[in-house]
């Protein structure tokens, strides 16, 4: 057992590994990545083991877990499945996330319990096409019209957004671009003058629908703003912190199967008359692989529990955990695809996926160069 | 209701390897696990407990201290509360022994309509221990339900699984019940549940709080005499008949035929 896990971390991962390995079928998968749709029954059926609402205290109908036990959720989903933990940690982060940090209590009970329990979707509308790494460049508005606010602007790559009930948009209520005032607003997705875009082709990740959010001349109330005017940034820098942590536990999660399939390929395949482990060339890969794995779940729980303490200094750790477990991620599933040989390439083999679901790591909730930004601004103050 | 789920911590026997020398089980490094057929054990309890909830599902476990984690699970799939039977004493226990043991437990408990076990545990395989907790209780016991139809009037009506079909009983509560696999498919714990589970306080009761005398429980009470563990000699490769039933009932037929059966 890892040192900064108790028992019942090790229950929740029994849990998450028994669910992801009965649910998750190859069946299952082989079905999503050929149509694209993710099945109801276990997107429900995740609602029902409570993965929506894990750090929610249970008061709000939440699970009342800590960032361990959630980050081990996404470790063990993306250990079988990339998308499936990418259905279970949007309405703990992305969706919820803004709405526990500033929302009013009439505002939790209407969004987030409907989210939590799976009957509710909520995308999250900050990137924009020029405003990427650098959200306080956006340029969608929220201009104040007596009681209401009129939203204007173009939102991309938004996560789920062509099947989201709701998005919290973030937008400038102050014009002047120096300004970084932007607030974040609940809008709902049928109102007039809300469109979203054609679902991105994507490379990997596939079976949650990503697209741009339009927005024009969206009528909203005041009521629809979420925290104070000009707390959106906070709020959703806030939201992604512990965004970066799940992300940071899926590279893990993908990183442990590409590892246990390459080990796996490399017993039963035989070159030059002998399996390819004994290969001391593919050994070597192996016991590299091996040991980035263990580093990566190391720097992971370390900073999950300094957020579980309270510890001042978990934002660096986390983007430390976010870089070092995207990147590793990345180069140990491509290893694993060198170790499958011509077979990798293909789609019959779960490594080919594997790679190509870790592409993505490196590049949302923070590109590893922003990772970088904080990590040095830390080391240098 | 009041019901009590007897249930087992058991090793993997999936994962088991077998001493080929001593012809014993090799348990270092296997995981412990629920019983099979105590999960669907519990289960029927807990849907009992999902259409009434003033029902309350109480775990009554004998094990080593580590099988608090094995209740835990129990909590955290939704059973209310949980007793651990630990005690040196208890150590080498057979059936009779353990059903002494578990039924001691059960009278101290004293109020419950429904004891539900599960048909056997993987590792022993005696399917004993329920109905022999039920002799001693004084109770009717059902072995093998596949199926709960109904509760009327003090008495539950189940189905009893047979090798070729099944059998309805009618039973006068409180009664035994034990479960097989076929009775439901037990549920998943939740989150929710597992952070509960951590905060519950098991109590462990040992010969004393049963009231037994040592002499009287583990293997100063048990009759049963290990002479011999040994491993069966594997039998052969079985073949696999392929195709549609036509087919595969003509390869069967051609290979009786072959072997002179038919």
Do not use: C, E, H, N
């Given at each position: 057992m890892n040192a900064y896990l108790e028992p019942k971390h090790e229950m929740v991962r029994k849990l998450v590994r028994q669910f992801a390995e009965t649910e998750l079928t190859k069946e299952v998968i082989d079905e999503i990545e050929e149509t694209h749709e993710y099945p109801k029954e276990i997107f429900d059926k995740m609602a029902k083991c409570g993965f929506y609402g894990m750090r929610v205290p249970q008061e709000l109908g939440g699970q009342g877990a800590d960032y361990r036990s959630y980050v081990i959720m996404a470790e063990e989903l993306a250990r079988v499945s990339v998308v499936s933990n990418i259905w279970a940690t949007t309405p703990n982060s992305l969706a919820g996330g803004p709405i526990l940090n500033e929302g009013t209590d009439e505002q939790k009970e209407k969004y987030l319990k409907p989210v939590m329990n799976g009957e509710m979707k909520i995308c999250f509308a900050l990137t924009e096409p020029e405003a990427?790494?650098?959200?306080?460049?956006?340029?969608t508005t929220a201009v104040k019209d007596g009681d209401d606010y009129i939203l204007n602007g173009r939102k991309c790559f938004i996560t789920m957004a062509p099947i989201a009930d709701y998005a919290i948009v973030f937008a400038r209520t102050n014009p002047d671009p120096k300004a970084r005032e932007i607030s974040a607003f609940i809008v709902d997705m049928k109102l007039e003058g809300v469109s979203t875009g054609a679902p991105e082709k994507k490379m990997g990740v596939i079976g949650c629908p990503t697209s741009d959010v339009i927005l024009n001349n969206v009528r909203v109330s005041k009521d629809a703003l979420l925290g104070e005017e000009g707390s959106g940034l906070r709020n959703a820098l806030a939201t992604l912190d512990v965004g970066r942590m799940a992300c940071a536990a899926q590279a893990v999660g993908v990183a442990e199967a590409a590892l246990e399939e390459a080990i796996k390929y490399s017993k039963e395949r035989k070159q030059f008359g002998k399996p390819l482990c004994k290969h001391q060339a593919i050994a070597f890969m192996l016991a590299d692989m091996a040991t980035e794995v263990e580093a990566m779940r190391g720097l992971l729980y370390q900073a999950a529990w300094m957020k579980d303490k309270g510890s001042k200094e978990v934002g660096k750790f986390a983007s430390m955990a976010k870089y070092y477990c995207a990147e590793k991620a990345n180069e140990i599933c491509g290893k694993a695809v060198q170790i499958h040989g011509?077979?990798?390439?293909?789609?019959?083999?779960?490594v080919e996926r594997f790679y190509r679901d870790a592409r993505v790591m490196t590049i949302y909730e923070g590109t590893s160069q922003v990772q970088q930004m904080v990590i040095s601004r830390a080391i240098l103050k | 209701m009041k019901i009590i789920v007897c249930a087992k911590q058991v090793p993997d026997t999936t994962e088991v390897k077998i001493?080929?020398?001593?012809?014993?089980?090799?348990?270092?490094g296997v995981p412990s696990i629920l019983n099979p057929d105590d999960a669907n054990a519990l289960e029927a309890a807990l849907q009992i407990k999902d259409a009434d909830p003033d029902t309350t599902v109480t775990i009554v476990s004998m094990g080593p201290p580590q099988a608090t984690e094995m209740i835990r699970e129990c909590l955290a799939m939704g059973a209310d509360n949980g007793i651990l039977l630990s005690d040196r004493a208890f150590g080498g226990a057979d059936t009779i022994a353990t059903s002494s043991q578990i039924a001691a437990a059960i009278r101290k408990i004293a109020d419950y309509d429904i004891i539900f076990a599960g048909?056997?545990?993987?590792?022993?395989?005696?399917?004993q221990v329920g109905p022999q907790i039920a002799r001693r209780l004084g109770l009717p016991v059902v072995t093998y339900v596949q199926k709960i139809r109904e509760f009327k009037d003090g008495k539950v009506i189940v189905e009893r699984q047979l090798e070729d079909g099944y059998e309805v009983l009618e039973v006068q509560m409180p009664c035994l019940l034990t479960a097989v696999k076929e009775l439901n498919t037990p549920r998943y714990m939740t989150v929710h549940g597992i952070m509960d589970a951590y905060k519950a306080d098991i109590p462990v009761w040992n010969h004393d709080d049963l009231g037994l005398a040592p002499e009287c429980c583990g293997l100063n009470a048990s009759?049963?005499?290990?002479l011999r563990s040994f491993t069966p000699a594997p039998k052969g490769k079985g073949e696999m008949a392929a195709g549609s039933v036509k087919d595969m009932t003509e390869t069967l037929v051609d290979r009786l035929n072959e072997k002179h059966l038919i």
């Open positions: 990427g790494s650098d959200p306080s460049g956006m340029t011509g077979y990798g390439f293909m789609k019959d083999y779960k | 001493d080929p020398v001593k012809g014993t089980l090799i348990r270092d048909r056997q545990a993987i590792d022993g395989d005696t399917a009759p049963t005499q290990v």
